[in-house]
């Protein structure tokens, strides 16, 4: 059976779905029927050209488990099909509010079906942590494994209770976690006048390009280059929490700020020590762009204008609940607002699949304004990658509830920065150790460094972040690579063999 589930060919399938045989039609008398080329294609299952021909006739529109049945039949691979059938759980439909299906993991062992062993949210082992990373990957000596990105499976995880948005008395949101602990004006006072600033970041401009270079990204110098990743993707650091992705034959941006102070007005409030490394004209095309909650260091008013002006209504802006009213007065037109776990996509790429998902944070941009816009975090799902998008948050249970249900992810992008004093910014800001549990969590394979090296933002020494992030690493038996840093306008290449590393 692993012969045959190892020799299904994506490519083709692919063509198939070009060629538009997977229609979108559904019973709306007959809930519990789906079509069955929507399942293929919602299950990202590739099968051989054949295998699909004999199959799409036979079985037009079914009910998931007859469905199963038949094609295991159909495969020889009876044996199977109790476990199969046990776990079949039910459709979801795109922008119902429901998060998607969670896809086969991209990548087989022969480990693959086991249960994955439970780690604590307190401490990870090294060997818990090197069994949950290798349960991710697949068999790095199989030359099929690696042309054959995917496979047909016949298996489902099982809906996870996750924990959704809430309000208080006052309509206002609230972190549901216990880990929280809202900001209070003492504090805040304690905080800004009695708490020493270590981040000594150097006045010299040389000092700084020394230690903190700013590099052009290359779609200044080769804009052709743009989005032409393959099945691979592409991340490049454009400072703070900016970050370009191109995966999956999208380009997309989160928390898009290029101006020079994270402020309403750019003559106060916190000036970032490093510039961009390129200007919104300079960008390459943009397919979407994501924001995780409304302070000014993520939502920033002329990057948006700036954006909007470029791209107009081309541009698909992803944003948190109630933020859609604050994106019109901006003039933009193309925006779709979630609530944790419910999801959408870009107009003909209903392929990938972009879903707001929780972290613990808050908002605020006015005196009275305080949460009344939702924050999260991003996970993007692609028939060929999956990125992970932190946003801004402290350390709660949530990321083990979207690593189980989205993971694994082949890029996350996870902050290390603005975390002394503990006592202060814990609730709100993961420290570097914090960031690598949330990779962790999160079944991340790759993950890159943000939220650090551009503002000035909180008390620790502005260097410490990635020191103390690869301190944490070898501390839980990963390696630097696993979690790497980028200097501003780099980029780092993930291909189809990087999938597949031991």
Known sequence: MCYILLACNILVFSSCARKGWFGFEQPATVPKQINLAKLFRRESWALPADTVKTLLPS???????????????????????????????PVTVLGAGSPTACSPEKGMDKNTDEEQPSTSCNQYPKEAVKRRQNSGRGSGGSDLSRTFRKSFRLDYRLEEDVTKSKRGKDGRFVNPWPTWKSPTLPNILK???????????????????????????????????????GAGMRVTWLGHATVLVEMDELVFLTDPIFSQRASPIQLLGPKRFRGPPCTVAQLPRIDAVLISHTHYDHLDYNSVASLNERFGSELRWFVPLGLLPWMQR????????????????????????????????????T???????????????????RFFFAGDTGYCFAFEQIGKRFGPFDLAAIP????????????QHVDP?????????????????????????ANE???????????????????KDDFFILRHGESRNLNTNDRFEN
């Open 191 to 229: 905080w800004s006048f009695m708490e020493k600033n270590n981040s000594n970041v150097p006045r010299s401009k040389q000092e700084l390009d020394k230690e903190l270079p700013v590099l052009q990204p290359y779609f200044v110098r080769a804009p052709e280059d743009a989005g032409q990743t």
């Open 330 to 365: 901006c003039g933009c037109e193309n925006v779709i607002e979630l609530d944790w776990w419910e999801e959408n996509c870009v107009p003909g790429h209903d392929a990938v699949t972009f879903v707001f998902t929780p972290s613990q944070h808050w908002c605020k941009r």
């Open 367 to 385: 005196v009275t304004d305080d949460n009344k816009v939702l924050w999260g975090s991003w996970s993007v799902l692609g028939p060929w990658n």
């Open 59 to 89: 079985y037009p529109c079914c009910e998931k488990q007859s469905f199963i049945r038949g094609v295991s039949e159909k495969l020889g691979v009876k044996e199977s099909l109790p476990r199969v059938t046990s776990s079949v759980r």
């Open 461 to 479: 020494y502005y260097l410490d972040p990635p020191v103390k992030l690869n301190e944490a690493l070898e501390r839980y038996g990963l390696k």
């Open 433 to 457: 150790e914090e960031a690598v549990r949330i990779h962790i969590d999160v079944q991340a394979k790759k993950s890159v460094a943000i939220h650090w090296g551009t503002f000035a933002l």
């Open 416 to 427: 290390i920065g603005a975390y002394e004093p503990r006592w202060f910014m814990k609730y």
